[in-house]
């Protein structure tokens, strides 16, 4: 017994020191690894220290080459000063390397090369990171202190309102008024003389920062110093006191000679609390508002009512708009102008009336429309109710499908700006649009809209993606029915700061429950609410968690939109929504999975989970077969570099896309240096090939050789190819990127994301060489081309002149080997008939655009023209060519060493009588050390209205006459380049445009 349990003693004793040892031997040979793979670690170390050292080259000389309009943003200095920091840490660490073998010869410092090797690998796993985060960041803004063109809609042809606006600019030349009220009714074209205020304020030097801010219902003076903050960039320390950001606000504006513009002011506004005090002694403000009591409150200096038009403008505005044929047909005018007297001088009522009866010679509708818009008591419209009254008589004139899609506007806040591509999916998916096809029904839902926008019942707003119902719109609708809608079918939540519950009474027999940003914190266990079929939840980051039971009643919801919360995962009773057809989980970061239950959704159509926190494709999407949009992004796990199991899971299981037999658009975003992506791209593109509905993608490709399997597969695409010349082009909207180059070209398009509004048809060829006649066929059915880092292109004849016919906008950057943009000898037929944007950077080898005579046709349609950093060019328009560009717009010339003239000389006879550019409206000159001539022709430029040239000491002489005094608005220029002019009289006669930088 005792031997036996000693032995056992022995035994156990044993077990654990042979553990210890097990232990210590493993941490040693790590430690001696670590020594012993010094020199790769290094290696690996200079490696990634030299890529960070030329993408912060990039980042420097791209801020440098654009600092006339562009400048820096935060993140991009952080990121620099970030990368200095780390410059230091690098060079120390190479000096301890090389130091390394020569201070401990003979010795055996094994601590210190431990320590080193560690540092060394450490190290480039950091700078890994910055070169990662580099690629996240946005290089360059434009400098806010500028005006911000809101291209508003011309008024030169009504004198009724361009009056106010000559009144205004009177006013703010007068070093007396501070501030400048307009007031007016409804629709009378306040926020129309404001924003063409705006616009004429950019050709000026008067003010400098402009500030625009369209005031909304629920504005605080918090809110108006939101938009100011994010306007000017400022950085306000990351405070959140309002008093604080009001002192940085102040600091930054006390010295400038700002403009604050407020359009559609309600009730009185402490600017002191803003940031806005009176010893700001250069800043003016100009507020715009229905009532002249709060222009009085907010003690303006002057007043400016907007009347209602003249009869005289609003007949041209109404003819304008009709056609002048209508006002010529005698039988119809006595009703047109009864029309025309009952709209009251009321701008948008005209433009309603006017787009409902465009072309119409029919003289009884023009009598309905009379004897509708007809208040009671017979006498010329007055006031707002007057107004609703006219607008309505619009509204009830159009079918119930474009009452419904008006009135589902309700659903969303007032003023809110609504995605045109998002409001018509969620029609199609409330079955206003009876479409099957989502092709066909974004094709139908967009002419609604432009209809709606048409007649004035809705805005289109600065961003040409958005819309929105104007005050005026909503406060009609509230009034009206549709055959589907009133006004309590709609619970919709807009305080901000609502805490509690909002939803016991409010959702029970409610169609639509909107809480966009309404700081929603928590939802109802299990809400009875049978009848609901949309439900807006969107942008309430603080929404974590939905209810388990949430869903359970709710059976009929049809849109779900939960995008940009907090949510981290969805609930079971997701399962019970048997009828949804559109979900979005975009921007919903902490979602990391979906639930198994997802796959109970057969009637799905449209699923956003873009920017989320998913890093794979679940299995269950393929499931539902009924999806026609997916739109899905993966990003790899920050700071994995060394991560074993991060390949782990494929992005996308085989055939998981080809199952869905009915999917017509389709966006997959990636990061291009993410392997599992590329190793996966190939078969991908092999899948989708099979989908034959398809009509929109986004998608990047590593190589060309994806491309070319796609395409060459591709039943959907071979469709559109056959037909494209007959206009009839099967695919919608595509932005394939092919290939990745890291360049931080100043002209690019934003990558991350893919518009679906009719026809994007966006093709990024960037880096290696591969098959031009894929890319050719693609440029078939492209309207934007970028050309990025390509390598053995001479000219874009490479790639079949003629089989871009349809591009609008083209760019090209960095093609080392690129000579000419159009080789004559390659090209035989009409070039660029469409193209609208040319934009070329960094093109070592480009000597020319284009040589040789030119079709009529060729650049025909060109308004912008961009070249920076092409050195070897020396002539940038040749005579051919200059006399082509008869819309070009805007041309910039920049850090182009070796160029002598912009236009070529010509001294054939007759020339001098061409006029050269005759819409040139903006000409920017930045570093052309070289050049001497712009142009020898004196009808030059008749429509130019901006000049800046800077840094070109050699140029003597500006082709300027008298003629140009009347459109030139401002010559941007160095004050000692100015004095050094040859031609004194052309000084004299502009000196007063010039504003010195």
């Known amino acids: 017994m005792w031997p036996a349990a000693a032995a056992q003693a022995i035994g156990t ?16 040979k790590r430690k001696i690894d670590y020594v012993r793979n010094i020199k790769d670690n290094f290696n690996t170390f200079k490696a990634q220290a030299e890529r960070l050292s030329a993408l912060e080259n990039d980042v420097k000389e791209t801020i440098e080459c654009n600092d006339v309009r562009k400048e820096p943003t935060y993140e991009c200095k952080l990121w620099l000063h970030k990368v200095e920091n780390k410059n230091k840490e690098i060079e120390q660490l190479n000096a301890r390397y090389e130091n390394s073998g020569r201070s401990f010869c003979g010795l055996c410092p094994f601590c210190s090369l ?33 005006v911000q063109i809101r291209h508003a809609e011309t008024i030169d042809y009504v004198p009724s309102l361009s009056k106010h606006l000559k009144q205004l600019l009177e006013f703010l030349k007068d070093k007396d008024v501070k501030r400048i009220g307009v007031y007016g009714m409804e629709g009378m074209g306040k926020t129309t003389v404001m924003e063409n205020l705006n616009d004429e304020l950019s050709n000026t030097k008067l003010f400098k920062p402009v500030i625009f801010i369209t005031m909304k219902r629920d504005f605080t003076e918090r809110d108006i110093q939101k938009e100011i903050v994010e306007k000017l960039t400022l950085d306000t320390g990351g405070s959140s006191s309002s008093e604080v950001i009001g002192c940085y606000i102040s600091e930054y504006l006390k010295d400038k000679q700002y403009l604050l513009l407020l359009d559609d002011v309600i009730s009185e506004i402490d600017l002191r609390r803003v940031g806005i005090h009176d010893n700001h002694r250069h800043g003016k403000l100009v507020l715009a508002s229905r009532y002249k009591v709060v222009c009085t409150s907010m003690q303006v200096d002057e007043f400016i009512r907007i009347e209602r038009l003249s009869y005289d403008d609003a007949k041209k505005l109404l003819r304008k708009i009709v056609g002048y044929g209508v006002f010529q047909d005698p039988i119809v005018r006595p009703q047109v102008e009864r029309v025309l007297k009952r709209c009251g001088g009321v701008p948008r009522l005209i433009k309603a009336v006017g787009s409902l ?54 659903s969303f806040p007032e003023e809110f700006e609504i995605y045109q591509d998002y409001l018509v999916e969620c029609w199609k998916s409330e079955d206003l649009i009876g479409d099957s096809r989502l092709r066909r029904a974004r094709d139908r839902g967009h002419d609604i809209l432009k209809r709606l926008i048409d007649f004035c019942l809705m805005d289109a707003c600065k961003d040409a993606k958005c819309v929105k119902m104007p005050k005026i719109s909503r406060d009609m609708a509230l009034r009206k029915r549709s055959p589907l809608y009133s006004k309590d079918d709609f619970s919709v939540k807009e305080s901000e700061d609502h805490e509690g519950p909002l939803w016991k009474e409010d959702w ?35 929404l ?45 970061k902490d979602l990391h999975e979906l639930p198994s239950a997802i796959s109970d959704l057969k009637k799905l159509e449209v699923l956003d989970m873009q920017n989320t926190g998913i890093h794979t494709l679940p299995e269950q999407i393929g499931e539902l077969t009924s999806l026609r949009c997916l739109r899905v992004s993966f990003t ?58 398809l009509t929109t993608l986004g998608i990047f490709f590593p190589h060309t050789n994806c491309l070319e399997t796609f395409i060459t597969n591709s039943k959907s695409w071979k469709n559109g190819s056959t037909s ?24 690019g398009f934003d990558t991350s994301v893919i518009s679906i509004q009719a026809p994007e048809r966006h093709l990024r060829v960037s880096a290696g060489e591969g098959n031009h006649n894929t890319v050719a066929e693609v440029l078939e059915q492209t309207r934007v081309f970028e050309l990025i880092g390509r390598q053995k292109i001479v000219s874009l004849s490479d790639f079949s002149i003629e089989k871009m016919e349809g591009l609008r906008i083209c760019v090209i950057a960095e093609c080392n080997d690129l000579e000419k943009v159009v080789d004559p000898n390659k090209t035989t037929d009409v070039a660029f008939q469409c193209l609208e944007k040319l934009h070329l950077f960094k093109l070592q080898k480009l000597n020319s655009i284009w040589e040789g005579s030119l079709a009529l046709e060729c650049f025909a349609k060109l308004t912008i023209l961009t070249l920076n950093y092409c050195p070897c060019i020396t002539t940038i328009l040749l005579w051919e060519i200059a006399k082509q560009l ?34 040139l409206k903006t000409l920017e000159l930045v570093s052309l050390p070289s050049l001497v001539s712009i142009c020898q022709n004196q009808k030059l430029y008749p429509s130019l209205q901006r000049m800046e040239i800077r840094d070109c000491e050699n140029l003597k002489i500006l082709p300027l006459s008298a003629s140009n005094k009347e459109e030139l608005k401002v010559i941007k220029c160095n004050e000692n380049w100015w004095r050094s002019l040859e031609d004194g009289e052309i000084k004299q006669h502009f000196e007063s445009l010039c504003h010195f930088i």
């Open 357 to 410: 009866l465009k072309n119409e010679t029919n003289e009884i509708s023009w009598s309905n429309m009379a004897d509708n818009l007809s208040p009671p008591t017979q006498v010329v419209l007055g006031d707002l109710d007057d107004l609703l009254n006219g607008i309505g008589v619009v509204y009830d004139r159009l079918d119930g499908q474009n009452q419904n899609c008006f009135l589902f506007g309700l």
């Open 114 to 146: 431990l320590t080193l090797s560690k540092d060394l690998k450490g190290n480039a796993n950091e700078i890994a990171d910055l070169v990662d985060e580099k690629r996240t960041i946005t290089i360059l803004k434009d400098k806010k202190d500028e």
């Open 544 to 588: 974590e968690s939905i209810p388990v039971s949430f869903f359970d009643h709710m059976s009929d919801l049809k849109v779900l939109d939960l995008h940009c919360t907090g949510i981290i995962s969805l609930p079971s009773s997701i399962s019970n929504l048997i009828n949804l057809k559109g979900l979005y989980l975009n921007d919903c």
């Open 724 to 747: 494209s010349r007959n206009n009839s082009v099967s695919f919608r909207s595509f932005k394939i990127l092919v290939g990745y180059h890291e360049t931080s070209h100043p002209y």
């Open 886 to 919: 008869v819309v070009l717009q805007c041309l910039r010339v920049e850090n182009c060493g070796q160029a002598t003239q912009i236009i070529e000389a010509n001294n054939q006879s007759g020339a001098d009588e061409i006029c050269t550019l005759p819409k």
């Open 13 to 28: 004793a044993v077990t654990p020191a042979a553990d210890v040892l097990t232990c210590m031997f493993s941490y040693l």
């Open 636 to 693: 790899s796990a920050v700071g994995n570099h060394n991560h074993i199991n991060c390949r782990a899971e494929k992005l996308i299981q085989p055939n998981g896309l080809s199952n869905l037999s009915l999917l017509e658009e389709l966006t997959i975003l990636v990061e291009p240096n993410d392997s599992r992506w590329n190793e996966i791209a190939h078969e991908v593109a092999g899948n989708l090939a099979t989908l034959e509905h």
């Open 508 to 542: 029970k027999n409610v169609k639509v429950v909107s809480m966009v940003h309404c700081n929603v914190r928590q939802l109802p266990n299990r809400p009875k609410c049978q009848v609901i079929s949309s439900l807006f939840l969107q942008e309430n980051s603080d």
